[in-house]
Every structure is written in structure tokens, then in C-alpha cells.
């Protein structure tokens, strides 16, 4: 295998800048060549390809977003859309690719091994969502950002003696929620698949501030509604029950920017080097992940059969911690 070819699609997450230039720098080291698409899937069926040498990501491990930029395509969903995306990937007798992206990507990145691609996928998305791997790149970033907005609220918050709703990404998944409310000291984590009911945030909420608590911060998931209004509407309304004054932020995209943690920084470095290994060695079909500290592959089937779970042991620990 002598050239290979780097991508980042879907949702982009802080790190990805890390795995590309680790994708690039260490096969070179390692003897291929290396070519950058850039737009995603959207980019590789439009041709938007070229051959990237060390120097193009110099000063890129410490930047947010994707010098590769990243696209969400529905054409290439479609058999014509894989089909031209072969065509451009001969074209330019690539030999195998790696994937940056979420768990939508991952899927995509599938769709190409099934036709006979060599393909390795590397877990990018601030969600945390993806099966095999216990971390993604830009999880710890996104966390690190949510945990300095919830510092700055509780501080206004506590001045007036307010409830305060911080919502956070993840669509369906409560990884970020479970964990910003752990480490942020948040009073009531609302997850996705869990009800809450209006008597309980009432309770809660007059219970809270009865106690002698400064402040009522709840951290709710996005993802945590089942009904037409967003969480942050019910719950808005649930402590209005309360008589105690409400305020909410949604945190939005705030979350998926910002300079990449140091722990974003080299698990990055680390997914980029060890599928370029695992592409050289043939061992595709592929996705990278870390467990225990350590790099692991899972196929890439394995991984989209599979279902994220919360460790049960965050979920305990979030309750009597919010007391
Ligand atoms: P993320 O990778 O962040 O989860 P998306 O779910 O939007 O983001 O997926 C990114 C892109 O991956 C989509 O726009 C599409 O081009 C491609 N993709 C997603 N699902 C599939 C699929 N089942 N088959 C082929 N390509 C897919
Ligand atoms: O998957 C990453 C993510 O940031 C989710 O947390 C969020 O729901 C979604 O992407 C937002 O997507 P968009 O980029 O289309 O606004």
C-alpha cells in the first residue's frame, strides 16, 4: 500500500486536526504517500483531492475544527454516490483510506468496505455515541468547555438564588450531560430514555434551595425530550411550578469549538498513527478505539451493530453527588 488517502466528515470535533496531521506525518515516515480529501464524502465524489506533505499541517494540532473541512452528504447515501466515490479513489490509485468521524461517517466509511475499499474508521465526535471505543476524539475538549461555561452560571446563579437549565449536545446519548453534571457539581442531570417528571423538579428544586443551597443547576441533554417542546422548555416550565426564578443557556456549537485538550491532542496523534499501522498491515474493514489506554480495532461491522451504553457506575454516582 503505497497511497493512502485521510477524510473528516459529519459533525467536526476539536482533534481532528491532531489525527490528520498524525495521518500524514507518520505515513510518510512510513513510506506512502499521503492524500488529503477535503468536504468529507462530499468532497471525495467532487474530486476535491491533493497529495498533503509535512509542512501542510504544520501549526494545525493546536487548531479547532478541520484544515480537511468537513460536510454532511446525502448523495453519497446512494449507490451512485459510493459508485463515484470509488471511481475518484481509483482515479487516483489510492489504496486505502481513513475515515475521521462520527458514527453517520462510520457508516459511510462501511458502505466503502463493502464494495471491496480498504478502509480504516477513526471515532471523532464530540457525542461520545460510537460502540468499541471508550473515548472519541473531542469528547474531552467539548466536557472541558461545558465545565468552564457551568463554573461562569453557577457564579451569576448563586448571586440571585436562581435554577439554572444548561443544555448540552449529544443528541440521543447523555454522555456529556452524565459527565459535565458529575464534574461540574450540577444538582439534577436530565439524560435521554429517562423520564422526569414535573413533581420531581419542583421537589427537588424547593428541597434544594431549603437546604441552604446558593443555586439549582440542572444539566439536561438534548437529546432528553420526548415531547414537541425542547427539555429546556419543560423544564423551564416544571420550575416555574417551583415559584424560584429560572434562567437557561443552551450551550449549541459552542460545544464542538476551541482549541483541542491536551488529552484530544495525543489520543488523536495516537488514532492517526495506529491506522496508518493498521492500514499498511492490511488490517482493514476496521475501527480504531482505546480501551484500557490502549489501541484497539473493532470491525467496523461490530461497531455499527452495537449500541453505546453510560457506564452504570457515572449514573449512581450522579445522584447522591448532586445533594
Ligand atoms: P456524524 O459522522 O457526525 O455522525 P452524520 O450522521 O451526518 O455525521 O454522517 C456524516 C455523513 O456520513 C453523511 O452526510 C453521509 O454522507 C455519510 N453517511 C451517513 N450514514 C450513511 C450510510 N448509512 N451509508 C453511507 N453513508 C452514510
Ligand atoms: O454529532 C455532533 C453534534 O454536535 C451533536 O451533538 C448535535 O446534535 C449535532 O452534531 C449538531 O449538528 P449540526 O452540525 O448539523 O448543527
Request: aromatic share 4%.
Amino acid at each position: 500500500m503505497k497511497r493512502i488517502a485521510v477524510l473528516t466528515s459529519g459533525g467536526d470535533a476539536p482533534g481532528m486536526n491532531a489525527c490528520i496531521r498524525a495521518v500524514v506525518r507518520y505515513g510518510i515516515a512510513a513510506g506512502a504517500e499521503v492524500y488529503g480529501i477535503t468536504r468529507g464524502y462530499a468532497g471525495l465524489m467532487a474530486n476535491d483531492i491533493k497529495k498533503m506533505e509535512s509542512r501542510d499541517v504544520g501549526g494545525i494540532i493546536r487548531q479547532g475544527g478541520t484544515v480537511l473541512m468537513s460536510a454532511r452528504s446525502m448523495e453519497f447515501k446512494t449507490d451512485e454516490g459510493q459508485a463515484k466515490a470509488l471511481d475518484v479513489l481509483h482515479g487516483w490509485e489510492i489504496d486505502g483510506l481513513v475515515v475521521i468521524g462520527g458514527d453517520g461517517s462510520l457508516n459511510g466509511a462501511t458502505a466503502l468496505h463493502r464494495l471491496g475499499f480498504p478502509v480504516i474508521g477513526v471515532p471523532a465526535s464530540i457525542d461520545n455515541d460510537i460502540a468499541g471505543t471508550e473515548m472519541a476524539i473531542g469528547v474531552d475538549t467539548a466536557l472541558n468547555t461545558i465545565l468552564d461555561a457551568m463554573d461562569k452560571i453557577k457564579d451569576t446563579a448563586s448571586a440571585h438564588q436562581r435554577a439554572f437549565i444548561i443544555e448540552v449536545m449529544g443528541r440521543e446519548f447523555g454522555y456529556l450531560a452524565l459527565m459535565s453534571g458529575i464534574a461540574g457539581g450540577a444538582e439534577m442531570v436530565v439524560l435521554p430514555d429517562t423520564d422526569v417528571s414535573k413533581d420531581e423538579v419542583v421537589r427537588e428544586v424547593k428541597s434544594a434551595f431549603l437546604r441552604g443551597k446558593p443555586h439549582f443547576i440542572i444539566v439536561a441533554a438534548e437529546g432528553a425530550s420526548t415531547s414537541k417542546k425542547s427539555i429546556t422548555q419543560l423544564l423551564t416550565e416544571y420550575i416555574a411550578e417551583s415559584g424560584h426564578d429560572a434562567r437557561s443557556t443552551v450551550l449549541g456549537h459552542v460545544q464542538r469549538g476551541g482549541s483541542p485538550s491536551c488529552y484530544d491532542r495525543i489520543l488523536g496523534t495516537r488514532f492517526g498513527a495506529a491506522a496508518v499501522d493498521n492500514l499498511l498491515a492490511g488490517n482493514v474493514g476496521v475501527m480504531m478505539g482505546i480501551r484500557d489506554g490502549k489501541m484497539v480495532t473493532t470491525d467496523l461491522e461490530t461497531v455499527l451493530a452495537a449500541r453505546p451504553e453510560l457506564s452504570a457506575e457515572s449514573i449512581r454516582l450522579s445522584e447522591p453527588m448532586s445533594h
